[in-house]
């Protein structure tokens, strides 16, 4: 008795990683995450190596981003129609085949960029049904929550140390022989989900036909966009993520503009990065939910702020201070994930989740092209605090508006959400 009142039960991001299924989905996560950003590098050297087109090279990156919106809005409903564990083991199989057609010295380049196109298609799909098997894995209280915010810490960490580990593996292999580690990760991803998750009933009943697919995807994305509530959360996630990409989209004009050396180009890369995983961990172990769920408002209202001091045209600690404070604001999303998942239909939420990441993507990308065609016209360092001010005014008008939506003024939603939550709580 005495040493069971000794022992504390985990808590925090512990409790989360007490989780065995949950151990097995953050390992094939991080394994595929590394896997597609050392891709991603090297399949970009390849094509520069075969065709010598800067163009070229960074369409592969660009590619990168625009299927998502294809893939996340026309095949949404795979998320909700099949069983989770399968549909994350397949996605991960078939992207392990794009990339092993990859290797091939006979696939073209025109090939090349039609495969990287196939796997960021596939990407959302995969991404949406994770999101929702984490609700059947942790529950849909504060475990999802630090569930959901342990993942987004190794996607920031994973860039910075994909990125790096490609560089190396670029001095060692060819850039076929990197590529190749992706598929092992793959693979690797596969057999962990297989192996580490248990398999669960579809959310929905499947009726069959190819046809009935696209109806329910475009079906789902009409539902989730036609719901108030779930389209103002959608908003609060994508528009603050579309004006914050302005300074790391603009890194290398603006670190040429300040006469800042060579190596200060990846400082101001990675700085947002940590800004981001130093206040998502404080938030996610330091804070309880209730307050989590009390700062989403105010900090997505001014978290855009800190980039207004670029119209200073600030030297470079100082722009690396903007940019870490910029990255701190994004610590709002981890309550905002608690009221998107309560807000959702357990029915409707693999196609939900799908369509969040499809348009998160998506809308980061444009953010990026905007940035890049408006110092076509005006000095960076006014883009990016011209982002900052805008963003700010579209963030202040969405706060506005999910006021505006609080449960609390809709209790039918409630109601439905309690009833949803007793039913799958099995």
């Known amino acids: ?49 075969l065709t010598g087109s800067p163009l070229l090279s960074a369409l592969t990156f660009a590619l990168g981003l625009l299927p998502y919106v294809i893939g996340g809005t026309l095949f949404a409903g795979v998320a909700d129609r099949y069983p989770a564990r399968r549909v994350l083991v397949v996605c991960d199989l078939v992207c392990a085949v794009c990339v092993a057609a990859m290797l091939l010295p006979a696939t073209p380049v025109a090939g090349l960029l039609a495969l990287r196109c196939l796997v960021a298609a596939i990407a959302p799909v995969f991404t949406g049904t994770r999101m929702a098997a984490l609700t059947d894995i942790l529950g849909e209280g504060d475990l999802y929550v630090l569930g959901r915010s342990l993942l987004r810490i190794v996607s920031q960490s994973a860039m910075l140390l ?179 998942v309560d807000a959702v239909p357990p029915e409707l939420r693999g196609r939900a989740m799908t369509l969040l990441t499809a348009g998160l993507m998506t809308i980061q990308g444009a953010g990026m092209a905007l940035a890049g065609l408006a110092a076509e016209f005006f000095p960076v360092h006014h883009v990016v605090a011209g982002s900052g001010i805008i963003g700010t005014v579209t963030a202040l008008l969405v706060v506005a508006e999910v006021r505006r939506t609080a449960p609390g003024q809709v209790s039918d939603t409630e109601r439905r959400d309690g009833a949803d939550r007793h039913m799958t709580s099995r």
């Open 1 to 49: 008795m005495s040493q069971a009142s000794s022992s504390t039960p985990p808590t925090g991001y512990r409790a989360v990683l007490a989780v065995r299924e949950f151990r097995a989905v953050f390992a094939a996560h991080l394994l595929s995450l590394l896997g597609v950003v050392v891709s991603e590098l090297a399949l970009t050297v390849l094509v520069y190596d």
């Open 162 to 340: 994909g990125f790096g580990a490609g560089g190396v593996l670029l001095t060692v292999l060819s850039p076929r022989g990197a590529i190749a580690v992706t598929v092992v990760t793959f693979l690797c991803s596969a057999a962990m989900l297989r192996l580490g998750t248990r398999d669960r009933p579809a959310r929905t009943a499947s009726s069959g036909g190819g046809a009935t697919l696209l109806k329910e995807s475009l079906s789902g994305a009409r539902l989730v966009f036609g719901n108030r509530r779930i389209r103002a959360l959608l908003l609060l996630f994508w528009l603050p993520a579309m004006f914050v990409v302005a300074p790391e989209a603009l890194a290398a004009p603006y670190a040429d503009a300040i006469g800042a050396p060579p190596a200060a180009l990846g400082l101001l890369l990675c700085a947002m990065a940590v800004g981001h995983v130093g206040a998502e961990l404080f938030v996610g172990a330091g804070l309880r939910p209730r307050t989590r769920s009390r700062i989403v408002l105010p900090v997505a209202a001014v978290g855009l702020l800190p980039l207004v001091v670029y119209a200073l045209r600030p030297g470079l600690p100082l722009a690396l201070a903007v940019l870490a404070l910029a990255g701190m604001g994004a610590s709002y999303v981890i309550g905002l994930d608690q009221w998107f």
